[in-house]
């Protein structure tokens, strides 16, 4: 199945990524020449991209996004094989893994962050959590393609496998004693798992943690987004190896 | 103007905080009973909050939000005056500002973020940022009553009248030499600057900053998702602002 990207920053920025193959990209008739628009035509001549203007009317299809009438037709994100991961030659390598985040810009906004902090891979499981589709795509900013994305079917026996490879898996619990910040990232493999939306990581993914971390609430209110609390854990991390690299030199 | 909330779980939620004024409460004809269902309805009966149901077609005017059958409508938040907010009595206030957030969801999650954070207010422009409204509201996941919010005509006399305050302006800048977590947040008032999603902050407001940080990337990649990286900046504060209060024990 093809995915599409949509909007004209986004359209753009896909031209640009010579990378990415595009098999076609669909303009709304009447949408007028802005720089924009000019760029995204220019860039399609260069690479030799099938672009057409098409009617309004075929457009309604898209109603529920925001296309701003241009959208192109993409191959499907690759995704990695565990097993090919695994192989690769890395001193330390970091991954986050979401078990069971289903909204999918949260998930594209977790791929951002960890393309950002230059983490190694994404896990997820393949059911009850988002996969990649043009609403992730998006929501990443096109950081999909900058990670390796790792779909598996059980991510308990993934994490058995990340245990057996000396990994530590940190989840993340608000009833933890720990705070994100008590353990040292540095010198490691590690994995950070994010829990869904509504009930956090599963008890069995806890069961085999070696360590579960909180994030602090200092208001009684329910809990951060699922995004921002990764994007938190993950920094801390960025934070402790930068320290640590400044401080070996 | 009425705001309205949309959603099973954030109605249920609603109705569960009594602090605030519902005027009615919109469900689709055929829902069915399910017990969240059940829940609206017994807590609308509880609070003596009028309910409907209404034909399909009807909901036909909300097709573009995910409002699973239940719309409430319910009084707009109320802003807070600056002059209010800064005449209360607080040891240390912290406060975030958005310079240019144009996504509803990220203000939401920006307010939310700053709501678990334990922060005093969040302060952002009348033009060229989101205001509150139902995508916002519902992306706080109800924080934008757990909060002082501030909308001001001028942002760079709002950073004037906050120095007079004894207030430090930090603002992230991509550009910025420190790093977010070089900087001491404790013993003072401070304000978060944030900038919009293409721009980041503007320059009149970077020449007033006290600060200029930013978020290390390790990867040649464009940048993180803004209520993320507020997420990071916000929470490097807290974590400072717990371990100093754990040493001075």
């Given at each position: 199945m093809e995915n599409y990207i949509y909007g004209r920053n986004n359209v753009e920025e896909l031209l640009k990524d010579e990378?990415?193959?595009?098999?076609?990209?669909?303009?709304?008739k009447g949408i007028g020449s802005s720089s924009k628009i000019?760029?995204?035509?220019?860039?399609?001549?260069?690479?030799?991209?099938?672009?057409?203007?098409?009617?309004?009317?075929?457009f309604m299809q898209y109603k529920d996004i925001s296309h701003q009438g241009v959208i192109a037709y993409v191959a499907p994100?690759?995704?990695?094989?565990?097993?090919?991961?695994?192989?690769?030659?890395?001193k330390y390598k970091k991954v986050?893994?979401?078990?069971?985040?289903?909204?999918?810009h949260n998930l594209g906004s977790i791929i951002r962050t960890a393309v950002c902090a230059g983490f190694d891979a994404v896990i997820f499981p393949s059911r009850r959590n988002a996969s990649i589709n043009a609403t992730v795509e998006k929501a990443s900013a096109g950081a999909v393609n900058r990670i390796d994305i790792i779909m598996v079917n059980s991510l308990i026996s993934i994490i058995d496998r990340l245990k057996d490879n000396d990994f530590w898996i940190i989840a993340t619990d608000i009833n933890a004693k720990d705070n994100y910040y008590?353990?040292?990232?540095?010198?490691?493999?590690?994995?950070?798992?994010?829990?869904?939306?509504?009930?956090?990581?599963?008890?069995?993914?806890?069961?085999?943690?070696?360590?579960?971390?909180?994030?602090?609430?200092l208001n009684e209110f329910d809990s951060l987004n699922v995004?921002?609390?990764?994007?938190?854990?993950?920094y801390e991390s960025v934070k402790q190896l930068i320290q640590k690299s400044e401080n070996d030199v």
């Open positions: 990378t990415r193959s595009i098999s076609k990209i669909l303009l709304m000019n760029s995204i035509i220019n860039l399609a001549k260069q690479r030799g991209v099938v672009y057409q203007f098409i009617p309004k009317e075929k994100v690759k995704y990695t094989e565990f097993s090919d991961f695994i192989k690769k030659e890395k986050i893994i979401t078990d069971g985040v289903e909204d999918p008590d353990i040292d990232y540095c010198n490691m493999n590690f994995a950070i798992v994010m829990g869904s939306e509504k009930a956090g990581v599963s008890t069995a993914i806890l069961k085999k943690a070696d360590y579960r971390v909180k994030i602090p609430m995004a921002n609390a990764a994007s938190i854990v993950i």
